[in-house]
Nanobody
């Protein structure tokens, strides 16, 4: 049974930083591309970042590039999301995902965690 368990969310002031972690089990972690999505209340799930199974390639949409950094440790079955210069509009539930595709569409990913809440106060 595949499990993805996120941690590291919380309340932070605007301009602050958080590092999210996601530990995977039940799959061969190094075979999977990993990603982060987020979903704010009343909005669709939004792509945040992805990292290739090798760890050699990463992808970000334009709005987060430079503020967010995705990384992975295949020895620990863990993917990270370092978030800096946080803004109130970054407030959302952040979801870890694993999949064979490398896509901005949530439909193309195979497994999902339950999410961790990030709240950025102004």
């Amino acid at each position: 049974q595949v499990q993805l368990v996120e941690s590291g969310g919380g309340l932070v002031q605007a301009g602050g930083s958080l590092r999210l972690s996601c530990v995977a089990s039940g799959l061969t972690f190094s075979d999977y591309n990993m990603g982060w999505f987020r979903q704010a209340p009343g909005k669709e799930r939004e792509f945040v970042a992805a990292i290739h199974w090798s760890g050699h390639n990463t992808y970000y949409p334009g709005s987060e590039k430079g503020r967010f950094t995705i990384s992975r440790d295949n020895a620990k079955n863990t993917v990270y999301l370092q978030m800096n210069s946080l803004k109130p509009e970054d407030t959302a539930i952040y979801y870890c995902t694993a999949g064979g595709s490398y896509s901005t569409s949530p439909l193309r990913w195979d497994y999902w965690g339950k999410g961790t809440l990030v709240t950025v106060s102004s």
